[in-house]
């Protein structure tokens, strides 16, 4: 019997080493630790702590994943526990940690808040084009790419990023079917709405239209908010033989654009250092003067995610994980500016 129970003890301790040594993950492509542990059946700033501290030596002192290395996950608290998932509410007390977005699509709609690096702030994400007007088309074979489609998807990420760090965001263009989808050729349809009214096809009209839309949430949203920041998102069009990196443009005279956008000049090229070293970066940062930075009240900074007729640059769009680096990068570059605006 005593040989029995030892037996049965030490099958007990095997078990919890081997389950132990199991707690550990690889990020994929444009993971952050918010998502990477939500992913995980982590969500929430205690179990973001805890990965910190168990994760000291392989984060080298920043709060970034690196792919390819295997991080450490928490111990699962107990049901009930104060790191397990609950009802807490902001520091603000106005919204729960949950927030529901049915335009991310079923899947996706249900955004954990899990960071607090955005509080306070609030965004306009505007993707490029939509209804009538599809923006650029590029070709792979017989299959069309649409700017407006691969420009919302990568809107939608960021949207959904930036609320996962406690921020306000307004997801100007929208489309009530097409979610966030992570299908190579995303089908073309002329559904989208800017805020539920139709879209115009007359391109003045249709500028028109978001940027008053924009300056209406403005007049009311820089009360209660102490950063407040447009985004414009579109796919440039050039000859098939050039490939581009991410441009970005500010309104001529804007101080505080020009810092977004070579701040987020910036990252995207600490990331390029990073992940592509030997490629190197050509972006630029330039200022233009695009009706929308013209007429848009808050600070602004339009984006060029890339040539959409060239075939590099198709690798960009048409990968669900490069769509979501696209959507993490911008959304690490927004955090830097905040922590510089305060």
Request: net charge positive.
């Amino acid at each position: 019997m005593i040989r029995i129970l030892f037996v049965s003890f030490l099958l007990v301790v095997f078990s919890f080493a081997v389950s132990a040594q199991e707690q550990c993950d690889t990020p994929k492509a444009g993971e952050g630790i918010s998502t990477f542990l939500e992913r995980n059946g982590r969500p929430g700033r205690s179990y973001y702590k805890e990965f910190l501290e168990l994760n000291k030596k392989a984060l080298r002192g920043k709060e970034e994943l690196r792919l390819g290395v295997k991080y450490q996950l928490p111990p699962l608290h107990a049901k009930g526990s104060r790191g397990g998932e609950d009802s807490r509410h902001r520091k603000s007390g106005s919204r729960k940690s949950v927030i529901h977005e049915p335009l991310f699509g079923k899947r996706l709609a249900d955004v954990k808040v899990t960071g607090n690096r955005l509080q306070g702030a609030c965004f306009y994400v505007v993707s490029g084009h939509g209804g009538p007007d599809p923006g650029a088309i590029g070709r792979i074979g017989k299959t069309e790419l649409h700017e407006d489609e691969y420009a919302y998807d990568v809107a939608l990420r960021l949207a959904r990023n930036l609320m996962q760090e406690g921020a306000e965001v307004r997801i100007i263009i929208q489309d009530a079917k097409d979610g966030i989808r992570n299908d190579r050729y995303l089908s073309n349809s002329k559904r989208e709405t800017c805020m539920g009214d139709p879209i115009p096809l007359n391109q003045v009209a249709r500028l028109q239209q978001r940027c008053a839309k924009i300056n209406e949430y403005y007049r009311k949203d820089r009360k209660k908010y102490k950063y407040c920041r447009a985004l414009f998102l579109h796919v440039d069009s050039r000859s098939k033989s050039a490939q581009t990196d991410v441009f970005f443009y500010y309104a001529p005279q804007s101080t505080l654009g020009k810092r977004l956008a070579t701040g987020m000049k910036n990252t995207f090229e600490s990331k390029y250092d990073r992940h592509q070293p030997n490629r190197g970066f050509e972006g630029t940062v330039s200022s233009r003067r695009l009706y929308v930075l013209l007429n848009a009240s808050p600070t602004a900074v339009f984006v060029e995610l890339g040539n959409i007729q060239n075939a590099f640059d198709q690798r960009r769009f048409v990968l669900s994980s490069n769509r979501q680096a696209l959507a993490k990068w911008m959304m690490e570059g927004f955090i830097a500016d905040y922590k510089r605006s305060k």
